[in-house]
């Protein structure tokens, strides 16, 4: 287990640089013939291990559960209802609300790349109540938010608004699967002090 810092006048525990997350991470030659596939998939799809994957792999049951739904959640050549502009859209948002740091610049940068605009992309993760959305993107924001926030008064009213932008039911479980998914992970990248990679800030 890795040795963390207490910062001096305070009980918060710093993370040294050099560490994935508070309790260590792993490389490829650590984990099962199974992760190494997913370790080299992500170098060849990014140029590099991504943080998350080394830091949840720590325990590697908790990975493999994670991208179980990970996966085809993300995955473009799967049934979607939603665009992947608006599932990262979404996730930058619950992100935003969670205040997971990792989670709101891995998600900023997958916007900005999404969508083609940096800026934006970083207005948005910033503070996504001083962006104006179109109908439509408005109405996924509003839910995220709601979902993340106070997910049993989600109810009738807020369906209707997403249908009347073009959402069927199943686009609008999407929706909410989406946000609820991007919650779980925040808690987990943030209980751990999962560090966001250089490459999200370049």
Known sequence: ????????????????????????????EDVSP???RQFDAAQSSYGYVP??????????AT???????????????ADHHLTIQERELISVVVAHENECG????NHRYGLAKATGDKERAARIADDHHLVEFSDRDQAL???????????????????????????TNAGIVEAIE?????????????????????????
């Open 1 to 28: 287990m890795a040795t963390t810092l207490i910062e001096p006048g305070t009980t918060t525990p710093v993370l040294p640089k050099h560490l994935v997350t508070r309790l260590g991470g792993v490389d490829r």
């Open 34 to 36: 199974k992760l190494q």
């Open 51 to 60: 943080n998350w994957l080394r830091g949840y792999a720590v325990n590697e």
């Open 63 to 77: 990975l493999e559960r994670l991208l179980a739904i990970y996966g085809p959640l993300w995955d473009d050549s």
């Open 102 to 105: 990792y989670c709101v610049a």
């Open 141 to 167: 924001v509003d839910l995220a938010a709601k979902v993340t926030n106070e997910a049993h008064l989600v109810g009738e009213a807020d369906y209707e608004k997403l249908r009347r932008v073009g959402l």
């Open 178 to 202: 989406v946000a609820a998914f991007f919650s779980y992970a925040n808690k987990l990248t943030q209980a751990i002090g999962l560090q966001p990679d250089s490459t999200l800030f370049a």
